[in-house]
């Protein structure tokens, strides 16, 4: 189930401050950071609908 519109316009990176892709319609739904200037790029999980925005949940990009 994809995020609504007006929140992921509001969400940012809490590492970065970049805005943030929505994924939630994977397997696996995460946000992912698009920081272009940083080497960012975490990914971070949704869990029952709920973007969880912490550093240390996040997953590290492959």
Do not use: F, N, Q, W
């Amino acid at each position: 189930m994809p995020l609504e519109v007006g929140l992921l316009e509001i969400l940012a990176c809490p590492a970065c401050h970049s805005p943030l892709d929505d994924r939630t319609a994977a397997d696996s739904p995460e946000l992912v950071c698009t920081g272009t200037g940083t080497d960012c790029g975490l990914a971070y999980p949704v869990r029952d609908g709920i973007p969880v925005l912490l550093v240390d949940e996040a997953r590290r990009p492959a």
